[in-house]
């Protein structure tokens, strides 16, 4: 049984870092590319990092780029986003996903057409 599960998630200062880890269980991580995704209140879900299986590629949301960094450990079973300097409108639930699909960072994300294996998320509170 796929499981994903989030944490790292909390209240955070603008201009401050959290990071979030999302951590497998059930499967062997290794196969699937893995997706962030994040959705504030009354919002529609966004994409907002995604990592090939090998983590070679990498594809960010404009509203991120040079600012939160996707990685994986497989070893560890587990993929972070480091989130720096944050602001108010990067508060949201933050979700992982995984897919089998290798193409799907390039020709799916940032939809969730593809993701499977949805965690529970974690709240990412940016406020002074």
């Known amino acids: 049984q796929l499981q994903l599960v989030e944490s790292g998630g909390g209240l955070m200062q603008p201009g401050g870092s959290l990071r979030l880890s999302c951590a497998a269980s059930?499967?062997?991580?290794?196969?699937?590319?893995i997706g962030w995704f994040r959705q504030a209140p009354g919002k529609e879900r966004e994409g907002v990092s995604c990592?090939?299986?090998?983590?070679?590629?990498?594809n960010y949301a404009s509203s991120v780029k040079g600012r939160f960094t996707i990685s994986r450990e497989n070893a560890k079973k587990t993929a972070y986003l480091q989130m720096n300097s944050l602001a108010p409108e990067d508060t949201a639930v933050y979700y992982c996903?995984?897919?089998?699909?290798?193409?799907?960072?390039?020709?799916?994300?940032?939809?969730?057409?593809?993701?499977?294996?949805w965690g529970q998320g974690t709240q990412v509170t940016v406020s002074s």
């Open positions: 990592i090939s299986s090998s983590g070679d590629s990498t």
């Open positions: 996903a995984v897919s089998r699909n290798p193409a799907v960072c390039v020709n799916s994300w940032p939809r969730a057409l593809g993701f499977v294996s």
């Open positions: 059930g499967f062997t991580l290794d196969y699937y590319a």
